[in-house]
Nanobody, 122 residues
């Protein structure tokens, strides 16, 4: 599967952004999907993941209650709604997919898209 992330940009603290990740290739609904991020000088961090039909989700503690992951299998797209953004959310955000791994194994997913930069100003 090929992944194309979009929706990043510059936003003030407290604002919102919605990231999208469009998938092409094999059956989208057969993939668990997720988002990770990497800030400058920091290690990659799992952010959120969603099961094949959206019945289960995972959120990192740092984003729980502020971010919402969702998917539209008819549109082959996964979303990350980010609200109440903080400067520490500044990072390159990547979407990822895997046909076998679950929502807690985000760092092991085998398909990655290019990143989209999110910058949150204070």
């Amino acid at each position: 599967v090929q992944l194309q992330a979009s929706g990043g940009g510059l936003v003030q603290a407290g604002g919102s952004l919605r990231l999208s990740c469009a998938a092409s290739g094999r059956a989208f609904s057969s993939y668990t999907m997720g988002w990770l991020r990497q800030a400058p000088g920091k290690e990659r961090e799992s952010v959120a993941a969603i099961s094949r039909y959206g019945g289960s989700t995972y959120y990192a503690a740092s984003v729980k209650g502020r971010f919402t992951i969702s998917r539209d299998n008819a549109k082959n797209t996964v979303y990350l709604q980010m609200d109440s953004l903080k400067p520490e959310d500044t990072a390159v955000y990547y979407c990822a997919a895997d046909p076998r791994r679950g929502i807690y194994d985000l760092n092991e997913y085998n398909s990655w898209g290019q990143g989209t930069l999110v910058t949150v100003s204070s």
